[in-house]
Each structure stands twice: as C-alpha cells, then as structure tokens.
C-alpha cells in the first residue's frame, strides 16, 4: 500500500470487509508513480467491509505503451467514485493528498475510527460492523463480498493466475518464505501480482492455497514501504494479535448464510491478510486455523 505525495490511494481498512483496518497512500492502479492523475476513487464493498481505498485516478484518455501489466488485484473492493461535494461532513472536500499524508505517521499507527480523515459515511459503516461483531460475532455483508476468493477460478480469470515463482519474481522485495510453515500442508495454486508498479517490478502478491480442511485460502501481502506508504488501523477493530503486532479477525456473512473469515495485520513494513470463504463465527476451527497460519509468517 503506498503512494507519495499527492498521488495515491488511502486504504481505510476501519469499516469494511476486508480486515486490514488500516489505511495507507499508494498506488493501487499499477503504474509508476509518475503518474498525472485527476480524480478520487473510492473503492469498497459497500457495508461492511475490511478497508476503502481512495485513489487519484488517471485520465482514460492517458495510455501508455509497452508491456501489458496485469489487472490489479482488488482485494475484495468494487470501485464506486465520489465526488467532493458527497462528504457531506467536508473530511475529504479539498483535502489534497499531501494534506492526508501529514496526518498520518509513517509506518503502522493505531487511531480511532472517529478520528480519521475519512467521510462520516465510512465513520458509520465502521461503528455498525463493531457493534455487530461484539454482538452476534460476525458483520453483515452482500452476497458478492463473500464470494470472492472463489472466483479466482472461475474460467474467465483463470488466465490471471499465474505459477508462484513467476509472480515471486516480478515482485520488487522478497515475499514472505513460507516453506518451512504449516501453509506446506496446502496446495499453491499459484498467485496474482498488484499494487505500486516501479521499475518493472511489482509490490503486492495474492497467494492462493487449497487446503483440505479450509478449502481456498487466500494470503495477501503489501509491500507498503515501497510504494512510500504507512497503514493506519483503527483500534475498535483490533481483537487478536500476530506474533506480538495487533491483529483484525472478522467474519462477515450474507443474508444466504454465505461467509468471508479474514485475519490482518501490519509490521514495519508489510501489511498482510488471510481469509477463506468460511463462517468462523460457526465454527471456532476456522479462528484457531487462520491464526495458526497467520502467526506461522516469518517475522521480518
């Protein structure tokens, strides 16, 4: 997660379903950081989800030529845009980047909600999914944000997937070794590359494992430092810890019954996010699995 100055993206991970409840600048369109951008995206998954992304988008009449670069992985968010004048509370009305970027510290920082730069929109959306899962152990979501690790296999993305030690190597910092851990007993897929594009190399990994007690796992890992990025988690969310760094679990299901179980935290330098499409709010195997394999990630 990570972008400099006044072009980027924040992750607002306070509200929504997936569990990085943090937000950071980056670059989320995979593109060099030299960008010229004009717009602010907002991409989320409506309520709740984990994080929000805000993003200075490129002019569509603005191409590029050369390689072909991958198709971002969206990490569970549908893109809606927002104009100024919708923050009715004015936390963003002409708030540059630059601006945003002063109020945040560098790397992981712990902060209320409430006291965020973010719409009163997102503000809500946060307090409900809380008080949700303090009271019933799981948030409510749309059916289509609790089916999306599945879909990675579906026919018309398959072609996105690609073998791990080719998408390991467009990546621009070593990703986590997992070799020696208990994500061997899974099956890799194999994996999807996003985030800040510089230098022909890549800051974000997907990776995804087929277990037989799980099924698919998704592990997501964020490069923030080099995408000169810094995570900001909002401390109602916090309930769990990660080898001694806090930690968000959340479930959120549908109104099917259909279920997304998530396990996010952040170190000094990468943020990372594990989920399946189970109800661990159902089944406390679910939590004590996620958190085997969370806390089994080598610390950097």
């Not at 879909?151 to 080719?166: F, I, S």
Request: with cysteine; aromatic share 8%.
């Amino acid at each position: 997660m990570k972008k400099c100055k006044k072009y980027g993206f924040i992750i607002l991970s306070a509200l929504l379903l997936t569990a990085v409840t943090a937000y950071a600048i980056t670059g989320w369109r995979n593109e060099p950081l030299d960008k010229t951008e004009d717009e602010i995206v907002v991409e989320t998954n409506d309520v709740p989800k984990g994080s929000i992304k805000l993003a200075n988008k490129k002019p569509k009449e603005t191409k590029k030529k050369g390689k072909p670069k991958p198709k971002p992985d969206k990490h569970n968010h549908d893109v809606y845009e927002y104009d100024e004048e919708l923050n009715s509370d004015g936390s963003l009305a002409g708030l540059p980047a630059d601006v945003m970027l002063e109020m945040m510290e560098e790397g992981v920082s712990i902060v209320s909600y409430e006291d965020q730069p973010i719409p009163q929109l997102f503000k809500d959306m946060t307090k409900k999914a809380v008080e949700e899962m303090e009271e019933r152990g799981y948030a409510s979501a749309e059916e289509s944000e609790v089916r999306d690790i599945a879909r990675v296999l579906e026919p018309h993305l398959k072609h996105l997937m690609l073998p791990y030690e080719e998408a390991a190597n467009q990546l621009a910092t070593e990703p986590a070794n997992l070799e020696a851990t208990p994500f061997t007993e899974g099956e890799l897929i194999g994996a999807h590359i996003s985030g800040s594009y510089q230098d022909g190399k890549w800051t974000n990994i997907s990776r995804f494992y087929k277990f037989n007690d799980l099924g698919l796992v998704k592990f997501f890992e964020n490069d923030y430092v080099t995408s000169r990025g810094s995570v900001q988690m909002a401390k109602e969310l916090i309930n769990e810890e990660v080898n001694g760094v806090p930690a968000i679990y959340r479930v959120n299901v549908s109104n099917s019954g259909a279920a997304l179980t998530l396990v996010s935290w952040a170190t000094d330098s990468k943020d990372y996010e594990l989920s399946v499409e189970k109800n661990g709010a159902k089944d406390v195997t679910v939590r004590q699995r996620l958190l085997e394999l969370a806390r089994s990630v080598p610390v950097e």
